[in-house]
């Protein structure tokens, strides 16, 4: 097979400023894909009465959830796909692809029915655009990482690839700060018949913003100048065993602590702690806005000292405090008390969330690497991450909240071993950047 190369051998270097500008464009597609994903688990509050049928506040949640997770099952396919995609075809390519899709999804919960006016169709609906939604981030995620780890220098990737949670915590945080503002103008009544619609409308047309944006996105050299394999390209992943469970474990625990702080922590202030929408609404985006300006701190620390140690850092801290965090947060009586909770509990999760994406992209080389990041990151994400919220409302309604507690520990436990065995990605890498 001839070689995807288009790039000379004697093109000039790209400037820093060239580099930042790719960064910039891959980055802000990145936030509003992640914006629309999140819109869904920031307003289900609020529309899990319009797809569903009347009960308890819990039952209707859980069904909201469940369809979350349902979103996350088609996260491993569009990992696949993408993944094959930006392999073949280009990263630039694939990430055009993966907003689109996320663009259909949002349309089609924006103007979606109510269960009252179509029936079961609604939730039907909604469950076929959580899976667009799910092939759009699951795509997403493996050809961002690799992107923003291949434009970066190996001095800084580090710092620049934590940009992918930046972006990814400011769609949450944007999603949020929709949340604030739509509370503050309508009734409650109001949201829950319609308002809630605004968002997803929103998510829309952001992305097609976003799709203009990544049109003048540049591809990165590493996949310019590499040849396409000669052999199946998932036979050519599956040459690299270590690497890809090393993916699994890397992503097990890491991924379950960060949905259960970020998009679950806003149902359980709500449902379990007992405070207000709008409260627990405040709470999540005052954290969430502290924790991204952490990723890059983080990222280029690691620049410093290397990738193993802070997560180790993440895999020690998340083993010896999530039970005590969240045991603690449970019977909190204040406002402040569930921000520092919270707080302390991402800095934690900063470990994993700020150079997850670079540790992975560095495992694999040019020709396999948005599949070898995107697949098994997805495959796990979809099992540990997808279901926090599922899982963590299943052990409140028989009664065993504290079981949740001892399941997110030992996940962090799980991946805290991988850290200790694993090579530092940072001196081993196999990205190589002109």
């Given at each position: 097979?001839?070689?995807?190369?288009?790039?000379?051998?004697?093109?000039?270097?790209?400037?820093?400023?060239?580099?930042?500008?790719?960064?910039?464009?891959?980055?802000?597609?990145?936030?509003?894909?992640?914006?629309?994903?999140?819109?869904?688990?920031?307003?289900?509050?609020?529309?899990?009465?319009?797809?569903?049928?009347?009960?308890?506040?819990?039952?209707?949640?859980?069904?909201?959830?469940?369809?979350?997770?349902?979103?996350?099952?088609?996260?491993?396919?569009?990992?696949?796909?993408?993944?094959?995609?930006?392999?073949?075809?280009?990263?630039?390519?694939?990430?055009?692809?993966?907003?689109?899709?996320?663009?259909?999804?949002?349309?089609?919960?924006?103007?979606?029915?109510?269960?009252?006016?179509?029936?079961?169709?609604?939730?039907?609906?909604?469950?076929?655009?959580?899976?667009?939604?799910?092939?759009?981030?699951?795509?997403?995620?493996?050809?961002?990482?690799?992107?923003?780890?291949?434009?970066?220098?190996?001095?800084?990737?580090?710092?620049?690839?934590?940009?992918?949670?930046?972006?990814?915590?400011?769609?949450?945080?944007?999603?949020?700060?929709?949340?604030?503002?739509?509370?503050?103008?309508?009734?409650?009544?109001?949201?829950?018949?319609?308002?809630?619609?605004?968002?997803?409308?929103?998510?829309?047309?952001?992305?097609?913003?976003?799709?203009?944006?990544?049109?003048?996105?540049?591809?990165?050299?590493?996949?310019?100048?590499?040849?396409?394999?000669?052999?199946?390209?998932?036979?050519?992943?599956?040459?690299?065993?270590?690497?890809?469970?090393?993916?699994?474990?890397?992503?097990?625990?890491?991924?379950?602590?960060?949905?259960?702080?970020?998009?679950?922590?806003?149902?359980?202030?709500?449902?379990?702690?007992?405070?207000?929408?709008?409260?627990?609404?405040?709470?999540?985006?005052?954290?969430?806005?502290?924790?991204?300006?952490?990723?890059?701190?983080?990222?280029?620390?690691?620049?410093?000292?290397?990738?193993?140690?802070?997560?180790?850092?993440?895999?020690?801290?998340?083993?010896?405090?999530?039970?005590?965090?969240?045991?603690?947060?449970?019977?909190?009586?204040?406002?402040?008390?569930?921000?520092?909770?919270?707080?302390?509990?991402?800095?934690?999760?900063?470990?994993?969330?700020?150079?997850?994406?670079?540790?992975?992209?560095?495992?694999?080389?040019?020709?396999?690497?948005?599949?070898?990041?995107?697949?098994?990151?997805?495959?796990?994400?979809?099992?540990?991450?997808?279901?926090?919220?599922?899982?963590?409302?299943?052990?409140?309604?028989?009664?065993?909240?504290?079981?949740?507690?001892?399941?997110?520990?030992?996940?962090?436990?799980?991946?805290?071993?991988?850290?200790?065995t694993m090579k530092d990605t940072r001196t081993h890498s196999r990205i190589t950047t002109d």
């Open positions: 097979m001839e070689s995807t190369s288009t790039l000379p051998a004697s093109a000039p270097t790209r400037t820093t400023s060239q580099r930042i500008k790719s960064i910039f464009s891959g980055s802000v597609g990145n936030l509003v894909e992640w914006y629309d994903w999140y819109v869904y688990a920031a307003f289900s509050l609020y529309f899990a009465k319009a797809f569903f049928p009347q009960g308890d506040l819990t039952a209707q949640l859980l069904n909201t959830a469940a369809i979350f997770a349902v979103g996350f099952l088609m996260r491993p396919i569009g990992g696949w796909l993408m993944g094959i995609y930006a392999d073949r075809k280009g990263r630039k390519a694939a990430l055009l692809a993966s907003v689109l899709l996320m663009c259909f999804g949002s349309l089609i919960i924006a103007l979606t029915p109510s269960y009252e006016t179509i029936g079961v169709a609604a939730p039907i609906l909604l469950v076929i655009a959580r899976l667009l939604q799910g092939l759009s981030v699951g795509g997403e995620y493996g050809t961002s990482a690799t992107y923003l780890s291949e434009m970066a220098t190996k001095e800084n990737r580090g710092f620049f690839s934590s940009f992918q949670y930046v972006t990814l915590i400011s769609g949450q945080l944007i999603a949020l700060a929709v949340l604030i503002v739509l509370q503050q103008t309508l009734t409650v009544e109001q949201l829950e018949t319609w308002g809630w619609r605004v968002p997803f409308v929103i998510g829309a047309l952001c992305a097609v913003v976003a799709m203009y944006l990544r049109r003048g996105m540049e591809e990165t050299d590493s996949f310019k100048k590499t040849e396409a394999p000669k052999e199946n390209i998932m036979r050519t992943l599956l040459r690299h065993p270590k690497e890809l469970l090393t993916v699994v474990g890397l992503t097990m625990g890491g991924t379950l602590a960060f949905y259960t702080y970020t998009t679950y922590m806003q149902k359980y202030l709500v449902n379990t702690v007992g405070m207000s929408k709008n409260d627990s609404t405040m709470i999540s985006a005052a954290t969430l806005f502290l924790f991204m300006l952490l990723q890059p701190l983080v990222g280029a620390l690691s620049d410093k000292i290397g990738r193993r140690p802070i997560l180790i850092a993440f895999g020690v801290l998340g083993t010896l405090f999530t039970y005590p965090i969240l045991t603690t947060l449970h019977t909190v009586q204040t406002w402040w008390g569930a921000f520092f909770l919270i707080m302390a509990a991402l800095i934690i999760v900063s470990g994993y969330t700020s150079i997850n994406a670079v540790v992975k992209a560095e495992l694999f080389p040019t020709e396999i690497r948005a599949l070898g990041v995107g697949l098994p990151y997805a495959l796990t994400v979809s099992i540990f991450g997808g279901t926090a919220e599922y899982v963590a409302l299943w052990f409140k309604s028989v009664g065993l909240e504290s079981g949740f507690y001892w399941y997110v520990t030992g996940c962090i436990a799980c991946s805290l071993l991988v850290y200790v």
